[in-house]
């Protein structure tokens, strides 16, 4: 019986031009935003690569120098384009893509795109995610709204209870076959974003294909979310033009209105601190020490005074290593503490506010697949703190190789200037190799929007069976 | 004419009973309003903090101004005598930390524009200007990508839903309703009928949007009477923009289409002209002319950095005196002359380069700019933006007033470098009054 109720869907869908001509007009929307979205993708990513390779060459390159000098030359690290960033650009456009690593300072990533763009930078892009988050439902909702108030606005639907078919299973086969002709339109397509993307880049991001298969059941399983709605709605609609009504309400609410205001209360409840507060905490923080009562001379005398006694000496000219080395690794490791601190703490508001809007796609499933799309496209905060974290890492690492060079074999009594290193140092020193994080810590931390998902799944099978015998009444 | 006005007046009473209009309206005003409070939040925040950063700055200044008259005979002041007349800053740090503001303009809480993504303050020192412009607030880029739920957003993207929703069924109505051929039974012609019908919803749309922009003004505490341009220019651009809107939705009501089939065209236009057409635009231009990579500055900064260290002092001294004659010549081994003076040279030959990104960008959002009227959605917000001084322009606008005052701030620096002078008071005041101004 389902099996012919899906059909019938199908058959009524195909031969309704306006679905066809919907149909079409996403289709070709999708096709321009996943092939001109790959070629910008690959165009970007050629380019940071390049930046990246030219700035270890200069890195190479740099000739004979002091190492503290090379460590203030610094390095640079390139936020590399994530290979599915075309399916959904997230917050590629308002995060920074370099950073300047050097030596003393956990500098901010820098030079995000929308800083440079006009006010029509604010409306987004084009991609793959805005179609099939925002423009799929309304697609469903224009397939389905009449679903039922039409069989009732003209009578079949009693007939159809004549036949023995139960309200639920009716409504069951409603979905399906709804499904099926949606799936119809996103297979090929998301087919076709699978070949096109670059299978190349592997190089940063060793797990494309489980990445890739996860945002496409993500979404199949939100258009299943939507096609029960929609379907519930109409079947509990008196006249067509009121589930047309109440469909597109809701789709107003939850891809237009809540998402903006979920995210202006975050802010609200988790309030951003300054920059100005930011900055002058840790310059306080690296002077007065973390708990206030640690000033950074006394630090540097302590310092001082037990590697003394270590050696026995009583002059910093007797000891057998660099101080200057010592006191400046010591130094960077304590700021490195401050940092991490301050940044975290920064870090986890950002992450709290974000949060909330995850548990909010209990409420508002459009939100769940948001989250769930940025995440395996890698292009949500989560990542932007984990490549963040990589450089930084990158850069304590370098810096503390020269230090340790300069403690050893910058004997004392050697003028600064005297003592250099060159390219043997600078190769030993590996280039800045970033990778994206994969898929299995992506489902990990992405469980909210997972769970939501199903929920929202459950919730509604269950729905279904409990009040479809209530169909008939109305 | 008293036929026109009986139609009003009775549509008027139909509209009045409907449950659902008054629902529509009411959505209106409180999304109205809630954005009203939000644009509030946001800006009073942002000035709190521009207060805070200020009010930091001018007491660093009066405790410069303290130090001065230290009494130095006593040991235990002479570091912060020190600290207050050197020019190059005592103890490896710089003299002073001075903060450029970018006040908000009064009515930018109705709008907040671009001014979420842009530093609304820059702390700067007598280092190269370059770097200290490279800086932004902290900001949840979560927050930047979902937008400010401001009052222009309710006008922008919600005054166009409010309209479709009016206006779409103003014929199906009546013939699906049956009364279509009693109109049509009348002496006057269906047309006054329909006119009157979509002039009174019209109307309708324009009150409840002069009522939140009136709200807009009291609520965030701007006198109308006091910024009357600014409030007939808001008006204005609400009034052609629900009046567009108005127009699509006359020619779909013409198109005499039923009730589902206009709302889904009114909803249709409403997705391209608000959604489809910006993004695609932004797609396109994107991947054909995308943003330069800016990284090359902070490149060139470092490699400017070492060749100056790298070389003799008077590398970085022919530079600066070919550009600065009025600087005094005579001594070539003064550190901090000459480490200053490095800064200002590294500023000097970064010009060209950023000159070269600013044009690289400023191509490409002509380009967007050019082709802007696709959507009337944009149009109207980047004309809203810059009546309420929150675009781009009006960052840029900062930006160069910063570079002004740094330059003015480096020459008062490097005169008294050059010749060797410290700070008296006097000179602190000065300071502490350009600073006010």
């Keep these: ?474 | 004419m008293n036929t026109f006005f009986h139609i009003l007046r009775f549509e008027w009473k139909l509209l009045w009973r409907s449950n659902m209009v008054k629902l529509l309206l009411l959505v209106m005003l409180g999304v109205g309003v809630y954005g009203i409070y939000f644009g509030k939040f946001e800006i009073e925040k942002q000035n709190i903090r521009i207060a805070e950063v200020k009010n930091y700055e001018q007491a660093q200044f009066d405790s410069l101004l303290n130090w001065v008259n230290l009494d130095t005979s006593n040991i235990a002041n002479k570091a912060n005598f020190d600290k207050a007349v050197l020019p190059e800053g005592a103890g490896r740090s710089f003299h002073f930390t001075y903060c450029k503001t970018h006040e908000a303009s009064p009515i930018a809480g109705l709008c907040l524009g671009q001014r979420d993504l842009f530093p609304v303050y820059y702390q700067l020192n007598m280092r190269d200007l370059t770097r200290q412009l490279n800086t932004g607030e902290l900001v949840n880029p979560m927050k930047l990508l979902n937008g400010n739920f401001d009052l222009s957003y309710v006008f922008i993207f919600l005054l166009p839903l409010l309209v479709v929703s009016l206006f779409f069924n103003l014929y199906a109505n009546e013939k699906e309703g049956g009364t279509l051929s009693l109109l049509l039974a009348q002496s006057k012609s269906i047309d006054i009928v329909f006119l009157g019908k979509g002039i009174l919803r019209y109307l309708i749309v324009l009150g409840v949007s002069t009522l939140l922009l009136i709200l807009g003004f009291l609520i965030q505490g701007v006198s109308i009477i006091e910024h009357a341009n600014l409030f007939f220019q808001w008006f204005q651009s609400i009034l052609i923009y629900s009046f567009f809107w108005s127009l699509i939705m006359a020619w779909i009501v013409a198109l005499k289409k039923g009730t589902s089939i206009s709302a889904i065209l009114g909803l249709g236009i409403w997705l391209i002209l608000t959604l489809i057409s910006p993004t695609l635009l932004n797609l396109l231009v994107s991947a054909n002319k995308p943003l330069p990579n800016r990284t090359e500055v902070r490149h060139t900064v470092r490699e400017i950095n070492d060749k100056n260290w790298e070389a003799p002092k008077s590398y970085v001294f022919n530079k600066f005196h070919a550009e600065n004659p009025q600087f005094p010549k005579e001594d070539t081994t003064h550190f901090y002359s000459w480490y200053y003076a490095g800064f200002s040279v590294m500023d000097k030959e970064l010009e060209p380069l950023i000159e070269k990104f600013e044009s690289q960008v400023n191509s490409r959002n002509n380009l967007l700019e050019k082709w802007i009227w696709i959507s009337p959605a944009a149009l109207i917000h980047e004309h809203l933006a810059s009546i309420s001084k929150t675009n781009r322009k009006s960052h840029l606008n900062f930006v160069e007033s910063t570079k002004d005052y740094h330059q003015r701030l480096r020459t008062i620096y490097l005169t008294k470098l050059f010749s060797k002078e410290n700070f008296t008071e006097q000179d602190l005041k000065k300071l502490q009054d350009m600073s006010r101004q």
């Design chain 1, 1 to 474: 019986m389902h099996r012919l109720i899906i059909k019938k869907e199908i058959l009524t869908s195909l031969r309704n031009s306006k679905f066809l001509i919907a149909g079409i007009f996403l289709v070709a929307l999708m096709l321009v935003a996943v092939l001109v979205g790959r070629q910008g993708q690959q165009l970007i990513q050629k380019e940071r690569a390049k930046a990246q390779a030219e700035m270890h060459d200069k890195w190479v390159n740099q000739g004979l120098k002091h190492p503290h000098s090379a460590a203030h030359f610094g390095h640079f690290a390139f936020k590399p384009k994530p290979v599915l960033s075309f399916l959904d650009v997230g917050l590629d456009n308002y995060t920074g893509i370099s950073v300047f690593l050097e030596a003393h300072k956990q500098n901010e990533i820098l030079y995000s795109a929308a800083q440079d763009g006009n006010a029509m930078t604010r409306f987004g892009e084009m991609t793959a995610a805005l179609v099939l988050q925002f423009l799929f439902p309304l697609l469903i909702i224009f397939l389905t709204f009449n679903i039922f108030s039409k069989e009732r606005e003209e009578g079949t639907l009693k007939l159809i209870h004549a036949q023995g078919v139960s309200a639920h299973q009716f409504l069951i086969g409603k979905v399906w076959g709804t499904y099926v002709m949606v799936l119809a339109i996103f297979i090929p397509i998301i087919c076709l974003a699978f070949f096109v993307l670059d299978h190349s880049s592997s190089g940063i991001d060793s797990n494309v294909n489980p990445k890739f298969i996860s945002l496409t059941i993500g979404y199949a399983l939100y258009f299943l979310v939507f096609i029960f709605i929609a379907i519930l709605v109409s079947a509990f609609s008196k006249s067509s033009s009121f589930s047309l009504l109440t469909s597109l309400g809701l789709w107003i609410i939850a891809c237009i209105i809540l998402p903006k205001a979920t995210a202006s209360l975050a802010d609200k409840i988790y309030p951003t601190p300054s920059q100005y507060e930011f900055r002058k905490t840790i310059n306080e923080k690296v002077k007065n020490g973390i708990d206030g009562h640690n000033p950074r001379d006394e630090r540097l005398t302590t310092l001082k005074q037990n590697l003394l006694d270590e050696y026995g000496v009583s002059t910093i000219e007797e000891l057998p290593v660099n101080w200057g080395g010592i006191a400046m690794q010591a130094g960077e490791e304590y700021t490195d503490k401050v940092y991490d601190q301050e940044f975290t703490k920064v870090e986890n508001i950002f992450k709290k506010q974000n949060r909330l809007s995850e548990w909010s796609s209990f409420i508002n499933p459009y939100l769940a697949i948001r989250h769930l799309s940025m995440a395996f496209a890698v292009t949500d905060y989560d990542h932007h703190v984990a490549f963040a974290n990589g450089a930084e890492n990158y850069r304590r690492g370098f810096v503390k190789k020269l230090n340790k060079d300069m403690e050893v074999n910058h004997k004392p009594g050697i003028a600064f200037g005297d003592y250099n290193v060159g390219k043997e140092m600078w190769d030993s020193i590996e280039p800045f190799n970033y990778q994206l994080p994969n898929a299995s810590t992506i489902i990990s931390s992405q469980w909210r929007s997972i769970v939501s998902l199903l929920f929202w799944l459950i919730g509604l099978f269950f729905s279904a069976s409990i009040f479809s015998k209530n169909i008939s009444k109305i």
